[in-house]
């Protein structure tokens, strides 16, 4: 069985036991940004990626009713699966989940989809959300001319750069994923050091 094909059994295997789960991953995700956010499974070139987008509360108030996520030029392969929560429904440029029930304002909640990753090392790719509520709608399509100003947007669009080795997942919006890595990497020298001692 060849790479791509072995990746990709793995990544829907991933998705299915993602959908299950959800509910229980977003409670016990860290504390974030009220931004919508995305986690990689790899950001390596060629590789499918199991991509989970948070969505962290409702908009202004008011209950979600359905989240949209446009794909980026260069991803492939598009998998998504309906969950307890959510429905999908295909779009012509990405994938649209529909709440079966609306999802409180206070609630925090994920999506997850696997797509083929480009063969383009350090490219990055952009997914615009739109947020829809029973009152209203949050458009995370915000893009940023570089990761510096990225921080200074109000509705950024999650992205995803892409890399030329196997990496871990990682959360890839702007300050939020600076953290999430500088947390990772502290965390790794203090059991190195306590393994040491």
Known sequence: MNRTRTARRAALASLATGAVTSGLLALAAAPAAA????????????????????????????????VAVRMPDG????????TEQWSVERTAG?????????????????????VRLPDDVGAELVFPVVQRCEDGESAWTE?????????ELEMPAPVIVVTGDPARPVMTYGAVGALAAGTLAAGAVLLLRRRRA
């Open 143 to 151: 893009v940023a001319e570089d990761a510096a100003s990225r921080e």
């Open 75 to 82: 991803v492939s392969e598009l998998v998504a699966a309906s």
């Open 94 to 114: 990405g994938v649209t989940y529909l709440a079966d029930a609306p999802l409180p304002d206070a609630t925090r909640d994920e999506v997850a989809f696997t």
């Open 35 to 66: 931004h919508v956010t995305i986690t990689a499974s790899t950001t390596e070139a060629g590789a499918t990626a199991v991509v989970r987008l948070v969505v962290p509360h409702g908009c202004a108030g008011a209950a979600t009713t359905e």
